[in-house]
Nanobody, 130 residues
């Protein structure tokens, strides 16, 4: 059974950094497409970053040049390094996975639809204060 567990959330001031982790079990990350999503109060879930089994990445425009997604295939863990955090980054952050590990053209442009992902973690809160 596929399980995803996020960690690393917390509270920081604007301009600070956090690194989120998503530990996966029940499958090999090389065969799944992995992504980070976030959901702020009263807003829809938004795709933030995506990474395929070859390490190719894509980001939503609002986090480009600030966030970096990576993965360690030995540890079956995906990461999200978040720098220069802004109050508008405040949200619950979720990791998600889907098979096969193929990034579509739309996803590669940073448009990451949550409805196509079947496996989700429980989420971790990120709060950025001004």
């Amino acid at each position: 059974q596929v399980q995803l567990v996020e960690s690393g959330g917390g509270s920081v001031q604007a301009g600070g950094s956090l690194k989120l982790s998503c530990a996966a079990s029940g499958y090999t990350s090389r065969t799944y497409l992995m992504a980070w999503f976030r959901q702020a109060p009263g807003k829809e879930r938004e795709g933030v970053a995506i990474i395929d089994s070859n390490g190719r990445t894509a980001y939503v425009d609002s986090v480009k040049d600030r966030f970096t997604v990576s993965q360690d295939n030995v540890k079956n863990t995906m990461y999200l390094q978040m720098n220069s955090l802004k109050p508008e980054d405040t949200a619950i952050y979720y990791c998600a996975a889907k098979s096969p590990a193929l990034m579509t053209r739309v996803q590669a442009l940073g448009f990451i639809d949550p409805s196509s992902f079947g496996y989700w973690g429980q989420g971790t809160q990120v709060t950025v204060s001004s």
